[in-house]
């Protein structure tokens, strides 16, 4: 599923063309035509200049493979109303350095400037922390502060490629916890895959933070190292299961209520049992108090399900007696267009390509179908830790994560599975419902009044 950047991971490359083309009618048309023959995916399109005889235009564009760049240019400039001026990678431009900095919120200009914000005054600080733990939220970024943490075993659509070349996606991260909720994410993976060693690790630098969000850890590591970190007392949830599973909640209540059914009333299948689809059939059940289906090809992971209320199945038994089906399996085409029933809801969920494609499910009959760029996690982790901190969370507990998902359909449009990820208000929603749940829970280290819950921060 997907972590924006996680709105569309994994293979494909994206470039942006600067066209120039010829001022008349229908040539941009002509443009956009060769552009989708030649299978590129369209961004966004931006006006550079206009002059009497010509345009001159941006255009973002992916491709699932580099020749493909070459023969749309080609296509493109073979037109002879249009010519590629320039072709431009601006994801690697925009990554070159980093994506965050670190900077100082005063100014150090002078000396009184200095010895209130290092030393000497910084002493004072620092003793009535010693004497006082709890202080350090107050007078410290602690209370503000999440680290994000990974060993890059699993990727969203790249898999194991390690903690270096995870980096860039954990910087995404904290980029959008920066933008959304105004909360300091620091990048951090580790070195080793072992997971009594990244439990170490983590319970080593948890002081430092308000609290942790694991992120693209392989199952099973990933269940090990999140309930022993919490049993240890360190506030910590993995985004992966728990932020996908409130946002696939949330989809799937909307979607249901969008057809005139009821969620709890549904029997529901998941195929693919790993750190997704493990957190997903647990808040189904949760939910509607009913056992899910539940298939993989390892037996372990059906055996959590199992342990938890679930029911063994395959996907056979799943797409022949379900109503609804969730598939987070990262297996292209896994669900054959025959499979499908008539009135069902699919939701193939694997980035970047899904199990089946909803216009194939559609056509087949489906009543609802989406894939994994729809139904994006980027609605649920802003809003868990800016609850979170604020609150002053010391476990996560499920009724968070479903405080989290009724936030989300709480903010959903009518007619829509669900809102916006780029809305500032979804995630003070999410964050409120996040803090009221964790004080109601007895898991919260702070009181949250009656004005956060109606202003947020």
């Known amino acids: 599923m997907s972590h924006s950047e996680d709105l569309h991971r994994g293979s494909t490359i994206f470039r942006t063309l600067r066209i120039k083309t010829a001022n008349r009618v229908g040539v941009l048309a002509r443009v956009l035509t060769v552009v989708a023959e030649h ?17 001159i235009r941006d255009m973002d564009m992916g491709f699932t493979a580099a020749a493909e760049i070459d023969r749309t240019v080609a296509a493109i400039n073979g037109t002879g109303e249009a010519e590629v001026l320039e072709v431009r990678d601006e994801v690697l431009e925009l990554h070159v350095g980093g994506k965050l900095v670190v900077e100082s919120r005063y100014p150090i200009r002078s000396e009184s400037d200095l010895g209130r914000v290092y030393t000497p005054g910084v002493g004072e600080v620092s003793r009535r922390i010693a004497a006082d733990p709890s202080l350090a939220s107050h007078y410290t970024i602690k209370s ?9 075993t699993a990727v969203l659509g790249l898999g194991n490629i390690g903690p270096l070349a995870a980096l860039p996606v954990l910087e995404g991260k904290a980029a959008l916890l920066s933008q959304l909720a105004g909360v300091y994410g620091i990048p951090i993976v580790t070195s080793t895959s072992d997971p009594h060693r990244i439990v170490d ?3 080593t630098i948890a002081p430092t933070f308000g609290l942790i969000q694991l992120e693209d850890i392989a199952a099973p590591a990933c269940f090990g190292v999140e ?4 049993g240890r007392g360190v506030p910590v949830f993995h985004d992966d299961q728990h932020g996908t599973a409130a946002v696939v909640l949330a989809a799937l209540i909307n979607a249901t209520e969008m057809v005139d059914r009821d969620l709890r009333g549904c029997a529901i299948g998941c195929v693919g049992l790993g750190a997704a689809g493990n957190a997903v059939t647990k808040a189904l059940m949760r939910y509607t108090g009913n056992p899910v289906r539940g298939a ?9 399900v199992v ?10 038994e799943i797409m022949a007696t379900c109503d609804v089906v969730v598939a987070v399996t990262g297996k292209r085409g896994l669900i054959a267009p025959e499979m499908v029933r008539p009135g069902q809801i699919i939701f193939a969920l694997s980035n970047p390509y899904p199990e089946i494609e909803v216009s194939v499910a559609l056509e087949r009959g489906a009543t609802l179908a989406t894939d994994g760029r729809s139904t994006n996690n980027l609605l649920a982790f802003p809003g868990l830790c800016r609850g979170g901190l604020d609150a002053g969370v010391r476990r996560f507990d499920p009724a968070i994560f479903a405080a989290a998902a009724e936030a989300i359909v709480s903010m959903t449009p009518r007619g829509h599975v669900l809102p916006s990820p780029l809305d500032p208000a979804v995630h003070r929603m999410v964050a409120r419902g996040v803090a009221m749940a964790a004080v109601t829970a007895g898991v919260a280290s702070r009181h949250v009044d009656e004005d956060y819950m109606l202003t947020g921060r």
């Open 307 to 316: 342990a938890a209320g679930g029911i063994a199945s395959t996907l056979a």
């Open 201 to 203: 690790a983590v319970e």
């Open 296 to 304: 993989d090809l390892d037996p372990a992971a059906v055996g959590r």
């Open 227 to 230: 309930e022993t970190l919490s």
């Open 144 to 152: 503000n502060t999440v680290a994000i943490v990974s060993d890059g």
């Open 39 to 55: 299978g590129a995916s369209l961004g966004d399109i931006r006006t550079v200049s206009i002059a009497p005889l010509s345009r």
